[in-house]
């Protein structure tokens, strides 16, 4: 039976009443937002089916087919049932409070996974080398087997790509574990600081890599949201409060 | 903080081949659910770089006349004739069956490591199986 009393259920996501720290990499901030409703609790499987939404160029031109030793194009997970203008990107939104926590598990387990947060961007370096889409086969960090935790505030787009280092031609088949939460910011300093001290029991998740997002402000705003800077463990805690009031404007 | 750790990465498979009925040698065709053959047949199974393959399961079926089923595996199956060497041979099934549960190839250091299943018969027949569920894995100190 899941365990309110714990941060997450057994698929990963926030249960009701605890914190989700969205954290930004590329400026080393978090977001720390509560969570005040799962709208599809008990209801986390969206079984997506193969990758159709990607048909090989060549022979067998297959949808949701990956060839032997290529990549796929940047994918997102569109979804002919919805209306129109969330069809083509189904976790992508505009709403208010809102985040949708999506953990991906990916068929065959062998492909790799490069995400890109935001979409289009290769974020994933090393000391300048990016992970980049035309190496996707041969470089040798920056990717994920199997699953990856996609986290969707408003305004935020992500894409996928997969790579088969395989010799065979292999179908997809995407499933999610997934919440559609309605999130409040927290915007007490206190509650902030026991978070990020690790005294208050939190999900963090990051969002991107080294890239900055586009939109930043934008899903900001719709989360009522401000940043708040990662703070060393060690730090006393009268100085980290007041970094923490100081990133939330107050004095 | 809590964040999420999956777990490694592992596919489990299970393939089935047969003999051809018109050739004393070779390596089977191999089918799944996963894989897309109407352009490209599967005769081996490379293993991505840093990745293992374990044999969890194997059946090995004698049709109408004698076979001898092996495994083989290459260290590079990009060469144009790629070397197979054979790791088990069923010419002792007993033997066979005692390691077949430790059989564990790679990890693959290149991406270029590959295994097959391989036939020998003195007369051919088409009705000679293989049936093996693989996994292929990241190990857990990877």
């Known amino acids: 039976m899941n365990d309110l009393m714990n941060v997450v259920d057994e698929n990963g996501l926030v249960n009701i009443g605890h914190p989700l720290v969205l954290w930004f990499p590329f400026n080393n901030t978090v977001v720390p937002l509560l969570v005040k409703n799962r709208r599809n609790f008990g209801y986390e499987k969206f079984d997506y089916g193969k990758l159709t939404g990607y048909t090989p160029a060549s022979a067998p031109a297959t949808a949701g087919c990956i060839h032997q030793q290529t990549n796929i194009t940047e994918q997102v997970f569109a979804y002919s049932r919805l209306e129109p203008s969330l069809s083509p990107d189904m976790f992508y939104h505009s709403d208010d409070d809102t985040v949708i926590h999506a953990n991906m598990h990916v068929r065959p387990e062998v492909l790799r996974i490069f995400t890109r947060v935001p979409k289009g961007t290769a974020q994933q370096d090393f000391r300048g080398q990016i992970a980049s889409d035309d190496l996707g086969l041969e470089i040798e960090f920056g990717y994920k087997r199997g699953f990856a935790e996609l986290v969707y505030p408003p305004k935020i787009k992500w894409g996928v790509v997969l790579s088969n280092e395989t010799n065979i031609d292999l179908m997809t088949y995407v499933s999610f574990n997934y919440a559609h939460y309605g999130t409040e910011f927290i915007s007490c300093p206190d509650v902030i600081l026991g978070i990020l001290k690790g005294r208050i029991q939190s999900h963090m998740a990051p969002v991107g890599g080294n890239v900055e997002l586009t939109n930043f402000n934008e899903m900001l705003k719709l989360l009522h949201a401000k940043p708040v800077p990662l703070l060393p463990f060690y730090e006393r805690d009268d100085v980290s409060l007041q970094k923490i009031r100081n990133a939330l404007g107050g004095s | ?142």
């Not at chain 2, 089918?31 to 393959?53: A, C, H, M, Y």
């Not at chain 2, 059989?103 to 027949?125: C, E, M, N, Y």
């Open chain 2, 1 to 142: 903080m809590h964040v999420t750790k999956f777990p490694k990465a592992s596919w489990i498979i299970t393939v089935h081949g047969a003999t051809d009925g018109s050739n004393k040698t070779g390596a089977p065709t191999l089918v799944n659910d996963f894989f897309v053959t109407s352009t490209n047949t599967v005769t081996s199974i490379r293993i991505p770089k840093g990745l293992k393959l374990r044999i969890l399961d194997l059946e090995f079926l004698c049709g109408g006349y004698m076979t001898d089923w092996r495994i083989d595996y290459t260290l590079d199956i990009t060469a144009g004739s790629p070397t197979w060497v054979p790791i088990l041979d069923n010419a002792n099934v007993q033997r066979l069956y005692s390691k077949m549960q430790k059989l564990v190839v790679g990890p693959s250091l290149d991406g270029k490591l590959a295994i097959r299943f391989f036939w020998t018969q003195v007369t051919q027949d088409d009705d000679s199986k293989v049936n093996a569920t693989i996994e292929l894995y990241e190990d857990k100190d990877e």
